[in-house]
């Protein structure tokens, strides 16, 4: 009995010292980062997070087959850790039990139910590895050689910890020592099988075997500190520290951008240049990445061959985390060395400039990781740090910059879309009318656009049917900002915001409605930041509510198929994904079919991030791939509720030469047709003023 204790508890010192080392260096690690305000705020809705997504395994059951199986290995073990109680037990006693719960006979049931579980999990991922094997098979860890050979290790050692767990307990039940009784039905049918062994026999297998489990445990927690196992101990502590209610909408940080706080010896550096620049919550993303891949499959960009694979961006920057650790930086720094700036020494500029900031990343990552973020802090310092970005995207800006709008054409052109309006919109010059109920933000797009204007006319057309008071801004319209934010020049946006918030607030602007999903976003999510806060709601939820009380009933001027694509900034990033459906389930000769990507999965148009102004010349466009979904739904009009959206989707249809069989119409402008002729007509479709 001593020999035994000694040795489990010589293995478990030598195994915690080593992995205790390791935790302690990625502590220093990550905590070196900047810092991440507000990541400990809100707690009730972290508790809620830890459950759902951590316990619940909301994200992974999302992945119907390898999410199950996932499941079944964490909360196995999690149950498992009595077993680890009771393994440690019996080293200083043969037949110990865990107090209270040692004798019941349904905690034996558990253990070996979840032990079994397991076992057929790793059967499951096993196959999957088998048919769909790694595409970078020649990537080097650090420590355990190529990825494909840890993953390997991986489920040998999980297969190993339950061998082990299950054969000293079968030997257990031999040599009287085990506390459960036949619902343990595991450890007793194994048991039958050592039986004829005889009790000396059993006595050798059950020492050997608990002290191989003890071994193989903590051999596992030390692989694991320097593996991309690394999840199983961090990514409980990413998901509580992530932003809530969720990471989507607005950017994590809006710096200061005033330099009225920097003292004249101060290192300025906007946005991330070098690891270093990171804040301590992006760190600890890089480090609890799983590699698993979700991100990746659902990214616009690399399902369209270009270069930006999130996970592999990632997984780039942890290896610049770990190989440019905090005592070389110093070092290097001390010695005056320039330590190479992250783009493009790890993350190629095609990388970068990929983004479409789509947001599917985020929404489908399991621990939580806040991918663009990260990629637009890159962009921040390319831009602002080192004049570096896309030359076509230098027009966008100086057109913004000058006129205040990415094409150049001016304020003076900002109230041309309300000349074909039968009724008058006022346009506000000074403080808003008491009469007025919404300021009517139309956008760059909405008020310049050709087509895009369409989409603004029948809005206007709508409201005003329904009876709701609207104004514009007109020339004092200006753009909000976002295409200069996500492009990464946070010193335009901020130029622009600050104008915008200070026009709004002082004519009084209370309620806003925006047809952009952009604007939507930039005024209702990002604006708080910097002063202005006002009630913003996008046109598909206004509409949603004047159809739900009864002020605005669709006809039946329309009566064919509808395919709905859900623009990212208003679907994923804002959770708006009923109304617009709401609202066309209400006219009465719309039949709804959905893209198989949709709603919180949808696939992106191509504009965001920019996007809309930078030239795409690498593999195939994105507007393309998602117009080949929206036209094998065999739809006769493809609807969303984005100017952006409009013209991506519209131009692929045109590319397609199918504009006489298909059309690309704004919410508003659908609604606006079905009214062109009573419910019960059978006159056909018609094409009233102002649709496509």
Same mark, same amino acid.
């Given at each position: 009995?001593?020999?035994?204790?000694?040795?489990?508890?010589?293995?478990?010192?030598?195994?915690?010292?080593?992995?205790?080392?390791?935790?302690?260096?990625?502590?220093?690690?990550?905590? *070196?980062?900047? =810092?991440?305000?507000?990541?400990?705020?809100? &707690?009730?809705?972290?508790?809620?997070?830890?459950?759902?997504?951590?316990?619940?395994?909301?994200?992974?059951?999302?992945?119907?087959?390898?999410?199950?199986?996932?499941?079944?290995?964490?909360?196995?073990?999690?149950?498992?850790?009595?077993?680890?109680?009771?393994?440690?037990?019996?080293?200083?006693?043969?037949?110990?039990?865990?107090?209270?719960?040692? !004798?019941?006979?349904?905690?034996?049931?558990?253990?070996?139910?979840?032990?079994?579980?397991?076992?057929?999990?790793?059967?499951?991922? @096993?196959?999957?590895?088998?048919?769909?094997?790694?595409?970078?098979?020649?990537?080097?860890?650090?420590?355990?050689?190529?990825?494909?050979?840890?993953?390997?290790?991986?489920?040998?050692?999980?297969?190993?910890?339950?061998? %082990?767990? $299950?054969?000293?307990?079968?030997?257990?039940?031999?040599?009287?020592?085990?506390?459960?009784?036949?619902?343990?039905?595991?450890?007793?049918?194994?048991?039958? $099988?050592?039986?004829?062994?005889? @009790?000396?026999?059993?006595?050798?297998?059950?020492? #050997?075997?608990? $002290?191989?489990?003890?071994?193989?445990?903590?051999?596992?927690?030390?692989?694991? *500190?320097?593996?991309? !196992?690394?999840?199983?101990?961090?990514?409980?502590?990413?998901?509580?520290?992530?932003?809530?209610?969720?990471?989507?909408?607005?950017?994590?940080?809006?710096?200061?951008?005033?330099?009225?706080?920097? /003292?004249?010896?101060?290192?300025?550096?906007?946005?991330?240049?070098?690891?270093?620049?990171?804040?301590?919550?992006?760190?600890?993303?890089?480090?609890?990445?799983?590699?698993?891949?979700?991100?990746?499959?659902?990214?616009?960009?690399?399902?369209?061959?270009?270069?930006?694979?999130?996970?592999?961006?990632?997984?780039? +920057?942890?290896?610049?985390?770990?190989?440019?650790?905090?005592? &070389?930086?110093?070092?290097?720094?001390?010695?005056?060395?320039?330590?190479?700036?992250?783009?493009?020494?790890?993350?190629?500029?095609? #990388?970068?400039?990929?983004?479409?900031?789509?947001?599917?990343?985020?929404?489908?990552?399991?621990?939580?990781?806040?991918?663009?973020? @990260?990629?637009?802090?890159?962009?921040?310092?390319?831009?602002?740090?080192? *004049?570096?970005?896309?030359?076509?995207?230098?027009?966008?800006?100086?057109?913004?910059?000058?006129?205040?709008?990415?094409?150049? +054409?001016?304020?003076?052109?900002? @109230?041309?879309?309300?000349?074909?309006?039968?009724?008058?919109?006022?346009?506000?010059?000074? %403080?808003?009318?008491?009469?007025?109920?919404?300021?009517?933000?139309?956008?760059?797009?909405?008020?310049?656009?050709?087509?895009?204007?369409?989409?603004?006319?029948?809005?206007?057309?709508?409201?005003?049917?329904?009876?709701?008071?609207?104004?514009?801004?007109?020339?004092?319209?200006?753009?909000?900002?976002?295409?200069?934010?996500?492009?990464?020049?946070?010193?335009?946006?901020?130029?622009?915001?600050?104008?915008?918030?200070?026009?709004?607030?002082?004519?009084?602007?209370?309620?806003?409605?925006?047809?952009?999903?952009?604007?939507?976003?930039?005024?209702?999510?990002?604006?708080?930041?910097?002063?202005?806060?006002?009630?913003?709601?996008?046109?598909?939820?206004?509409?949603?509510?004047?159809?739900?009380?009864?002020?605005?009933?669709?006809?039946? /001027?329309?009566?064919?198929?509808?395919?709905?694509?859900?623009?990212?900034?208003?679907?994923?990033?804002?959770?708006?994904?009923?109304?617009?459906?709401?609202?066309?389930?209400?006219? =009465?000769?719309?039949?709804?079919?959905?893209?198989?990507?949709?709603?919180?999965?949808?696939?992106?148009?191509?504009?965001?991030?920019?996007?809309?102004?930078?030239?795409?010349?690498?593999?195939?466009?994105?507007?393309?791939?998602?117009?080949?979904?929206?036209?094998?739904?065999?739809?006769? &009009?493809?609807?969303?509720?984005?100017?952006?959206?409009?013209?991506?989707?519209?131009?692929? #249809?045109?590319?397609?030469?199918?504009?006489?069989?298909?059309?690309?119409?704004?919410?508003?402008? $659908?609604?606006?047709?079905?009214?062109?002729?009573?419910?019960?007509?059978?006159?056909?479709?018609?094409?009233?003023?102002?649709?496509?």
């Amino acid at each position: 009995m001593p020999l035994r204790l000694a040795i489990g508890l010589g293995v478990t010192a030598i195994a915690f010292a080593i992995a205790g080392r390791r935790f302690f260096w990625l502590y220093r690690l990550i905590s *070196s980062g900047q =810092p991440a305000p507000d990541r400990f705020k809100n &707690v009730g809705q972290r508790i809620k997070a830890e459950i759902v997504e951590v316990v619940g395994q909301k994200k992974l059951l999302q992945w119907t087959v390898p999410g199950i199986a996932h499941a079944m290995t964490f909360w196995g073990f999690t149950v498992l850790i009595l077993t680890i109680i009771e393994a440690y037990g019996d080293l200083f006693q043969k037949n110990f039990h865990i107090p209270l719960i040692g !004798h019941l006979a349904v905690i034996g049931f558990v253990e070996d139910f979840f032990a079994v579980s397991v076992i057929l999990a790793l059967v499951v991922f @096993t196959a999957i590895r088998v048919k769909n094997s790694p595409q970078r098979e020649n990537r080097r860890s650090r420590f355990f050689g190529s990825h494909t050979t840890a993953a390997w290790m991986v489920l040998l050692m999980i297969a190993l910890v339950i061998i %082990t767990l $299950l054969g000293y307990r079968a030997a257990q039940v031999n040599t009287g020592d085990f506390p459960y009784g036949w619902w343990a039905f595991a450890s007793h049918g194994i048991a039958d $099988l050592l039986h004829p062994l005889g @009790t000396g026999v059993n006595n050798v297998i059950e020492t #050997v075997l608990l $002290l191989a489990n003890i071994a193989v445990i903590t051999s596992f927690l030390v692989f694991v *500190s320097y593996s991309k !196992h690394l999840h199983i101990f961090l990514a409980p502590i990413n998901v509580a520290t992530s932003r809530r209610p969720r990471a989507l909408g607005a950017l994590a940080s809006t710096p200061d951008m005033s330099m009225e706080n920097i /003292g004249e010896d101060d290192e300025v550096v906007f946005g991330a240049g070098r690891i270093e620049d990171f804040s301590w919550k992006q760190l600890l993303d890089l480090a609890t990445c799983t590699e698993c891949g979700r991100c990746q499959s659902q990214c616009p960009a690399w399902n369209t061959g270009k270069p930006l694979s999130p996970k592999l961006l990632i997984m780039g +920057l942890r290896d610049n985390l770990f190989a440019e650790a905090d005592r &070389v930086r110093a070092r290097n720094r001390a010695a005056g060395v320039d330590v190479p700036t992250l783009v493009p020494s790890v993350i190629e500029p095609d #990388v970068l400039w990929s983004c479409t900031t789509c947001g599917a990343c985020v929404e489908q990552c399991p621990v939580d990781i806040e991918h663009i973020d @990260t990629i637009v802090d890159m962009r921040r310092y390319e831009v602002l740090m080192e *004049s570096r970005f896309p030359t076509e995207a230098g027009l966008m800006l100086r057109n913004i910059e000058n006129q205040g709008d990415p094409w150049g +054409l001016g304020s003076s052109k900002r @109230t041309d879309w309300i000349e074909s309006l039968d009724f008058e919109v006022p346009v506000v010059s000074g %403080t808003i009318p008491d009469d007025v109920e919404y300021l009517y933000w139309v956008g760059c797009a909405g008020a310049l656009d050709e087509r895009a204007r369409k989409g603004a006319q029948a809005t206007a057309r709508m409201l005003h049917r329904a009876g709701v008071r609207f104004a514009i801004l007109g020339p004092k319209e200006s753009c909000t900002g976002d295409p200069a934010r996500r492009l990464g020049n946070e010193y335009l946006y901020q130029e622009q915001a600050r104008s915008n918030i200070e026009t709004l607030t002082s004519a009084g602007v209370k309620k806003v409605v925006a047809s952009c999903p952009h604007c939507f976003n930039s005024l209702a999510n990002e604006y708080p930041a910097l002063g202005g806060n006002f009630e913003v709601v996008h046109h598909s939820q206004l509409l949603e509510h004047l159809v739900t009380a009864g002020k605005l009933t669709p006809g039946g /001027g329309y009566r064919g198929t509808v395919t709905y694509h859900d623009p990212c900034y208003l679907g994923r990033h804002n959770r708006v994904f009923d109304e617009p459906r709401t609202v066309i389930d209400a006219i =009465p000769g719309a039949t709804q079919v959905e893209m198989k990507r949709c709603r919180e999965k949808g696939f992106c148009c191509g504009a965001g991030g920019a996007r809309m102004w930078l030239e795409e010349s690498i593999g195939k466009r994105v507007n393309m791939e998602r117009t080949d979904e929206a036209l094998g739904t065999g739809a006769d &009009v493809v609807s969303t509720a984005c100017p952006y959206c409009m013209i991506m989707l519209d131009d692929a #249809v045109r590319a397609n030469q199918k504009e006489e069989e298909v059309r690309v119409l704004d919410l508003s402008q $659908l609604v606006e047709e079905s009214l062109a002729t009573p419910v019960g007509s059978t006159s056909g479709q018609a094409d009233p003023a102002g649709s496509a």
